[in-house]
């Protein structure tokens, strides 16, 4: 059953630590994308790769990081730096960079 | 510069009447447009996309939207709404003008159904 999956569903973390957020997808898709979404606004990117060994800062990269060793992994790291982290983190993938986007079932991270 | 505006936050309808959410966009180039619908604490699910070939373009559960250039809009409907379809709903437009073809959306409509 081809998908994304994204772990843990829920997380919570306390203020100065750094947590990571898995994105995990079967599909053979060669790009992956981070987006934050937070209430009444549309997604946001925060990194995108093309291709393994590859990502590019998107629109609100700071306080963040991503790592793309594996084509079907592409963890988020949400840092210290990050002065407002609370937020519903959704992970995406795509054939290439022209094709639809297929999302994933997203990460809902509190900072406490 | 590539924008995507949905004029309405909130929509209700009565179960079984037809729902319309409207999305106008901007772009220099042809557009890729996209409707996306989100349940709650869900990620994003594809309705249907519009690329350049027939301008009504038909998706999944009844949902269809037609590309409208002299309009620059893209509204989505569906002829009769289900109690199922209460959802946010994202227009999402994409052109490949700068190289990056990057996702735009737009900030969401959430319907409401009445039975």
């Known amino acids: 059953d081809g998908g994304i999956t994204q772990s843990p569903k829920y997380l919570f973390r306390k203020e100065g630590q750094n947590v990571t957020l898995s994105c995990e997808q079967n599909?053979?898709?060669?790009?992956m994308y981070w987006y934050r979404q937070d209430p009444g606004q549309g997604l946001r990117l925060i990194y995108y790769?093309?291709?393994?060994?590859?990502?590019q800062k998107g629109d609100i990269a700071e306080g963040y990081s991503v790592s793309r060793e594996k084509k079907e992994s592409f963890p988020l790291t949400v840092t210290s730096a990050q002065k407002n982290p609370t937020a519903f983190y959704l992970c995406?993938?795509?054939?290439?960079?022209?094709?639809?986007?297929?999302f994933g079932p997203g990460t809902r991270l509190t900072v406490l | 510069a590539q924008s995507v505006t949905q004029l309405d936050s909130h929509v209700s309808v009565s179960e079984g009447t037809p729902v319309l959410l409207r999305c106008n966009y901007s772009s220099s180039y042809s557009p890729s447009l996209f409707w996306y619908v989100q349940h709650p604490n869900k990620g994003l699910q594809l309705l249907l996309k519009?690329?350049?070939?027939?301008?009504l373009v038909k998706g999944i559960n009844g949902f269809e939207a037609e590309f409208k250039k002299s309009e620059t809009s893209f509204h989505l409907t569906k002829p009769s709404a289900h109690m199922s379809d209460a959802a946010e709903y994202f227009c999402v437009v994409s052109e490949g003008g700068s190289g990056t073809y990057k996702y735009i959306f737009g900030t969401g409509t959430r319907l409401k159904v009445l039975a």
């Open positions: 995406a993938s795509s054939i290439g960079r022209r094709n639809e986007q297929f």
């Open positions: 519009y690329t350049s070939a027939a301008t």
């Open positions: 599909l053979n898709h060669d790009a």
């Open positions: 790769s093309q291709i393994v060994n590859d990502f």
